[in-house]
């Protein structure tokens, strides 16, 4: 990026950059510019897109139900604000239309 590029771009953001800041600036941007041309040189255009550098698949089991003792159930539901039957009780978030 040429130092009238960055005065244009600092002067339309309503910046404003001390000389040593768009010197300091300047630096870092052409830096990342280097980068980015690195990273346009490899071919990728053959490759597969893949979401994952690994191969590995969802491991998880699945959920099963198992029943759980009255009293553990009482025992959850009597530390709740507010219950009913064997029921957390919460305050209504959605309006039915």
């Given at each position: 990026m040429l130092k009238?590029?960055?005065e244009v771009?600092?002067?339309m953001a309503r910046?404003?950059?001390k000389e040593e800041e768009k010197e300091k600036y300047l630096a870092d941007i052409n830096?990342?510019?280097d980068y980015i041309e690195i990273l346009q040189e490899p071919d990728v255009a053959s490759l597969k897109p893949t979401t994952h550098v690994t191969e590995l698949r969802n491991v998880w089991r699945d959920d099963v139900v198992r029943p759980c003792a009255k009293d553990?159930?009482?025992q959850m539901l009597n530390r709740s604000p507010a219950?009913?039957?064997t029921f957390y009780k919460v305050r209504k978030v959605i309006?039915?239309?």
């Open positions: 009238e590029e960055l771009t600092t002067f910046l404003d950059m830096v990342m510019f553990t159930i009482y219950r009913e039957g309006e039915a239309q």
